[in-house]
């Protein structure tokens, strides 16, 4: 009976160091996926973080992009004004804005007319011109650029050039 006893404690340990062994071994290969996972999570986090961060660098260059556009046709609509505005003047007085006499005006009076350039008015102006000699009252009609307008109401002052051959002939320098 010794000899069943001491199989049976030989067995029973031989079945516990089994047991121990297998558990080892699934605890090792739980230790293996959890190390995998964390792995395929930390590698998920980043692909999203560099999304993310693609996402957010390509806002941010459309957004520039944008401001680009903006400023450009900012620029367009001012240069289209100063083209317009030079297109409406008769070659004297494209003569008269090189050479004239320096002066500022103060306007005193300003009313649209029912016609447009474009889509820039033409305004009548009186004016108060402040020149060398004295100051003087005149009359003028004007395409003002749409752009302008603000800076073309009663009580602004503007510089102009006048024809020294004719002071009633001012023109605007814009």
Known sequence: M??????????FALFIYMVRR???ATLEAQERAQAAFEVELAARQLAL???AEAHARAEAEARAEKAAQDDMAAQFAANRARIDHWEQHSPRQLEVARTGTPATARITGADMTDRTFGRNPLVDFTLEVQAPGGSYMVQLQFVVPLMRIPAFQPGATIEVRIDPENRENVVFIL
Do not use: D
Request: net charge positive.
């Open 49 to 51: 973080t560099t999304k």
């Open 22 to 24: 297998a558990n080892r």
């Open 2 to 11: 010794a000899l069943a006893v001491g199989v049976a404690i030989v067995g």
